[in-house]
C-alpha cells in the first residue's frame, strides 16, 4: 500500500478536465436555468455519462453540521427548477431537512467536465407521490427498505440476515405496503449553477438567481 505522499503524487499526476470537453457558449444560456438542466441532463444521457442521475446532497441540521450524501434523483420539474429525491424521514437527512428545510444538489459529470449546482428550500411531496415513487422500485429495494432503521447502528450482517428476511416475508403478504417514513422531498431551486470545465482552466460559470417569477442570470470568475 503506497504511503500518503506517494499516493498524493500519484494523485497530483491524475489528469483533470483534461478533455475534449465539450464547448459553452454563455451567449447561448436560455433566461431560466430549467430548459438548460434539461439540456445538460439530455447531453449526459446521449454522451453516455455513467449514472447521471446519482447526485450529492447537502443539508445541515439544527446545530449547523454540514452532511451529504449520493442519493438518486427521483422527480424533476424542469419548468420550475425543482428537483426530488427520497429518503427515510429517520434518516440523518431527514432528520436535518425537518430541522432546517433547506439544501443543495450537485452533479459532477467527469467526462464532459459539468457541474450543476441548485440550493433552497425543501419540501415534503403529497402522499400520492410517495406512493407513486415507492411502488415505483425494484422489489429488492423495497424490501431494503423495510430492513432496519437507515442511518441507526447495525451489529453486524446477522442482524441484517434477520431484518431482511422479515422485510422480505412483511410484503410477500403485503406487497403494496409503503413504509410511513419513507419520504419525497423536492428541491426547488433558489440558485443555480451551471460549470463547464475547460482545459485551458478558462471555465464557464453561468449563475441564475431566483427573481419571481423570472430569473437574474450573471457569469461569475471561475
Ligand atoms: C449510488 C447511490 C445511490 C443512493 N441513493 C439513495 C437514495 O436515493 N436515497 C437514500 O436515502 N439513500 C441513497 N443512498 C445512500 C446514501 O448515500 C446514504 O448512505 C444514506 O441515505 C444515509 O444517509 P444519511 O445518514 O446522511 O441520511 C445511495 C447511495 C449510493 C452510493
Known amino acids: 500500500m ?29 433566461a431560466a436555468p430549467g430548459p438548460l438542466l434539461a439540456a445538460w441532463f439530455a447531453d449526459a444521457l446521449a454522451g453516455g455519462v455513467p449514472e447521471p442521475q446519482v447526485m450529492t446532497l447537502s443539508t445541515a441540521g439544527a446545530d449547523g453540521e454540514p452532511s451529504a450524501r449520493v442519493l438518486i434523483l427521483r422527480g424533476l420539474d424542469t419548468a420550475d427548477c425543482a428537483a426530488d429525491f427520497a429518503s427515510d424521514v429517520r434518516a440523518r437527512k431527514g432528520r436535518d431537512l425537518t430541522a432546517n428545510p433547506r439544501a443543495a444538489l450537485t452533479w459532477y459529470w467527469p467526462a464532459q ?47 441484517w440476515e434477520r431484518a431482511h428476511e422479515a422485510a422480505r416475508e412483511l410484503l410477500a403478504a403485503d406487497p403494496g405496503r409503503v413504509p410511513d417514513t419513507h419520504t419525497v422531498y423536492r428541491l426547488r431551486a433558489q440558485e443555480a449553477e451551471f460549470f463547464q470545465g ?13 427573481n419571481d417569477p423570472g430569473w437574474t442570470r450573471s457569469l461569475l470568475w471561475p
Do not use: C, N
Open 198 to 210: 475547460d482545459p485551458r482552466r478558462f471555465h464557464v460559470r453561468v449563475r441564475y438567481a431566483r
Open 113 to 159: 467536465g459539468r457541474q450543476i449546482r441548485l440550493s433552497g428550500p425543501v419540501t415534503v411531496r403529497d402522499e400520492q407521490a410517495t406512493r407513486q415513487d415507492f411502488l415505483g422500485r425494484s422489489e429488492a429495494a423495497r424490501i431494503g427498505a423495510f430492513t432496519g432503521t437507515v442511518s441507526e447502528p447495525l451489529s453486524g450482517p446477522a442482524e
Open 2 to 30: 503506497p504511503g500518503d505522499a506517494e499516493l498524493l503524487a500519484m494523485l497530483r499526476k491524475a489528469p483533470v478536465l483534461a478533455g475534449p470537453l465539450p464547448d459553452f457558449d454563455p451567449q447561448s444560456a436560455p
